[in-house]
């Protein structure tokens, strides 16, 4: 059967473009989410539902994501212009729209105290992180073997995905703007910049789950996390996708004082 879909991909060449055109796709949903994002600035428009639609965009954008690493394994189209592509299209995605999102709603709602440049200082060092992220893992790919355990620093995806979740929570419920917890999204985003050049070392979610029947815990947390989203999907999504960069910083630092145990001992 491999054989013969094998024969189907050669026969069928057009199937070659189909990882290429779904990280076009994933660009396409970041640049819709900027635009987006903008026309909160139309009198006409509901801010909370501008930012809802923008956050869903991006969060879309993570299917394309996932599915053009996936054509090019089974298609056999994997090359290092599909490995830029994706990149770059991973820095319009999940690193510019997340910040235009959070700059724009810091504008709008006024949301940190020290005033709007730095809030626009916070998200710079957000997309500043996203590119050397990318630009990271671009070299890694050339020059190491890909690890196949997970990743060196919070992937970009994870990062947007943090933000998103959260302007969503916040939107869809209907927090107060000004509420403590919005105003700290700025800074929020500035430490997830951070988070994208540290050493951590962060699970790869499409590898872990398999790992899942193996374990009775994680089959717990995974019907737990379920049944969450079941009953409040926005507070769920917010509690897993935070909870998943949260929990590696705990564990990479407790990795660290165990180092420095062990090494005086």
């Known amino acids: 059967m ?3 879909f094998k024969g189907f991909v050669e026969r069928n060449k057009w199937l070659k473009a189909v990882p290429n055109t779904l990280t076009v796709c994933n660009s396409l949903c970041g640049f819709l989410a900027i635009v987006n994002t903008l026309q909160v600035y ?4 509901k801010p909370e539902y501008v930012f809802i639609v923008s956050s869903i965009m991006i969060l879309g954008a993570m299917i394309f ?3 053009d690493g996936f054509a090019a394994r089974i298609f056999n189209a994997a090359s290092l212009k599909g490995i ?3 990149s770059l299209a991973d820095m319009v995605t999940f690193g510019v729209a997340p910040a235009v999102l959070v700059c724009v709603m810091a504008h709008k709602y006024s949301l940190t105290i020290y005033g709007y440049p730095m809030a626009w200082a916070f998200c710079a060092v ?3 992180g996203a590119a050397h992220r990318l630009a990271r893992y671009n070299v890694s790919t050339m020059i190491e073997k890909k690890s196949s355990h997970g990743f060196t620093g919070l992937p970009t995806p994870g990062g947007a995905a ?3 979740s959260l302007v969503f929570l916040f939107c869809s419920n209907k927090i107060d703007p000004h509420h403590q917890y919005v105003r700290i999204l700025p800074f929020y985003s500035c430490i997830l910049g951070l988070l994208f050049v540290s050493n951590i070392k962060y699970a790869h979610f499409a590898k872990w789950l398999p790992t899942v029947k193996r374990n009775k815990f994680r089959m717990v947390l995974v019907i737990l996390i379920l049944i969450i989203i079941l009953l409040r999907p926005s507070v769920g999504v917010a509690v897993v996708v935070n909870g998943y ?7 990479g630092a407790f990795r660290t004082l165990k180092f420095a145990v062990v090494k005086r001992s």
Do not use: S, W
Request: charged share 20%; aromatic share 4%; with cysteine.
């Open 84 to 86: 830029q592509m994706d």
């Open 65 to 67: 994501d996932a599915l």
């Open 42 to 45: 139309n009198k006409h428009t």
């Open 126 to 128: 957000y997309l500043a």
């Open 2 to 4: 491999r054989k013969n």
């Open 162 to 164: 943090a933000i998103c």
């Open 245 to 251: 960069v949260i929990i590696h910083i705990l564990m």
